[in-house]
C-alpha cells in the first residue's frame, strides 16, 4: 500500500469514527424540533454562512425538524444609512419609529429573509421564508422599559416607538411544515392587537418559539462561546436555578443576561433545554448536537 493510500485509508477510517459517535445523537433528535437562531458573526462572514446553511440542510437530511429564526441589526444600520435615517440607541434597543418600522420589516422580512433561504437552497436544502406576521405566528405588544433618573429617582417610560415583545405565539403555520422537507425561515417580526407591526429582539423571538413548538433545543448562536465562570472557563451545563445564582453573584453579566433570560422562559414555556453557543466556529450547532461534549453552554429545567 502506498502512503498516499495508506493516508487516504486513515482519513476515511477516522471519517467512520465520526459517523459512529454521531448515529446514537441522530437517533435521539429524529423527528425533534430544534429552533436556531442565527445571527451575529456567523450572518456577516460569507464563509460561515455557507457552513452554517449546510448543517441545518444536513439536520433536515437526518429526521430532524430545524427551525432559523434570525436578527439583522448591522444590516438594518446599513439600510438605514443609505437612506440617511438616523438611528437612535436606548439601552442598546434601536428606537423604531413609522417609518424605520417599515424599513425594518423591508430588510429583515424581505431581502435578507430571503437571502438566508437561497443559501439554504444553494446548499441542497428546501427553505420558505416567514415572518412573525404570517398566520398570526407571533403577537406582539409595544415593549415597555423603565429607567430611573439618577438626580431625581424617578422612574421614566421609555418609549422605543415600534419595538415589540411577544405575548402569544400560534404554531399552526409551523405545523404545516413539519415532517416535510421544508426548513422555516423566521424574521423576528411581530403583529400587534391593532394590527400595528413591531420589531422584536431576534433571541426573544426565537425563545418565545422555542417555548411555543416545545422544541427539543433553542440554540442561541452568538459571539461568544456560552457562559464562561469567573477564571474565564466555559461552563457546559446549567439548571435554571444554578443559571439565576450567576447572575446574583455577577458571574453572568451585560449582554449574557438577556440571553439567559431567553433561554431560561423559553424552557418555563415548554422547550426541552436551551444552549448558548459560538456561531462563529465552523459547524458549531453539529458539535453541539453529534458530540458528547457539545459545544456551548446548556441551559437546562431544574
Not at 433536515?60 to 425538524?65: C, E, P, S
Not at 403577537?139 to 438626580?151: F, H, I, V, Y
Not at 427539543?216 to 448562536?221: A, I, K, T
Amino acid at each position: 500500500m502506498t502512503v498516499d493510500k495508506a493516508k487516504r485509508r486513515v482519513e476515511w477510517l477516522a471519517q467512520a469514527g465520526i459517523l459512529t459517535e454521531a448515529l446514537p445523537y441522530m437517533r435521539r433528535y429524529n423527528d425533534k424540533t430544534l429552533i436556531v437562531k442565527y445571527g451575529g458573526h456567523a450572518m456577516g462572514d460569507d464563509n460561515l454562512a455557507r457552513l452554517f446553511a449546510r448543517d441545518v440542510v444536513l439536520m433536515q437530511q437526518v429526521g430532524i425538524n430545524p427551525i432559523v429564526v434570525h436578527g439583522g441589526g448591522p444590516q438594518i444600520g446599513r439600510m438605514l444609512e443609505k437612506m440617511a435615517k438616523k438611528s437612535v440607541f436606548i439601552d442598546g434597543l434601536r428606537v423604531t419609529d413609522k417609518e424605520t418600522v417599515e424599513i425594518v420589516e423591508m430588510v429583515l422580512a424581505g431581502s435578507l429573509n430571503k437571502q438566508i433561504v437561497g443559501t439554504l437552497q444553494a446548499e441542497g436544502g428546501y427553505a420558505v421564508g416567514l415572518c412573525g406576521k404570517d398566520g398570526g405566528l407571533i403577537r406582539a405588544q409595544k415593549l415597555r422599559r423603565t429607567k430611573r433618573d439618577p438626580e431625581s429617582n424617578i422612574e421614566k417610560v421609555l418609549d422605543l416607538g415600534f419595538v415589540g415583545e411577544p405575548i402569544g405565539c400560534d404554531t399552526t403555520v409551523l405545523d404545516c411544515f413539519r415532517g416535510t422537507d421544508i426548513i422555516p425561515v423566521v424574521a423576528p417580526i411581530g403583529l400587534g392587537d391593532d394590527g400595528e407591526t413591531y420589531n422584536i429582539n431576534a433571541d426573544t423571538a426565537a425563545g418565545a418559539i422555542a417555548g411555543a413548538t416545545g422544541a427539543q433545543r433553542l440554540m442561541l448562536l452568538t459571539d461568544v462561546p456560552g457562559v464562561l465562570d469567573k477564571n474565564g472557563e466555559l461552563i457546559r451545563d446549567l439548571t435554571v436555578s444554578q443559571a439565576r445564582d450567576l447572575q446574583k453573584d455577577g458571574t453572568i453579566s451585560g449582554g449574557m443576561i438577556p440571553k439567559i433570560e431567553t433561554c431560561i422562559q423559553a424552557v418555563e414555556q415548554g422547550a426541552e433545554a436551551s444552549v448558548i453557543l459560538d456561531g462563529r466556529q465552523a459547524h458549531a450547532v453539529l458539535l453541539e448536537l453529534f458530540t458528547e461534549h457539545g459545544s456551548g453552554t446548556l441551559i437546562r429545567p431544574d
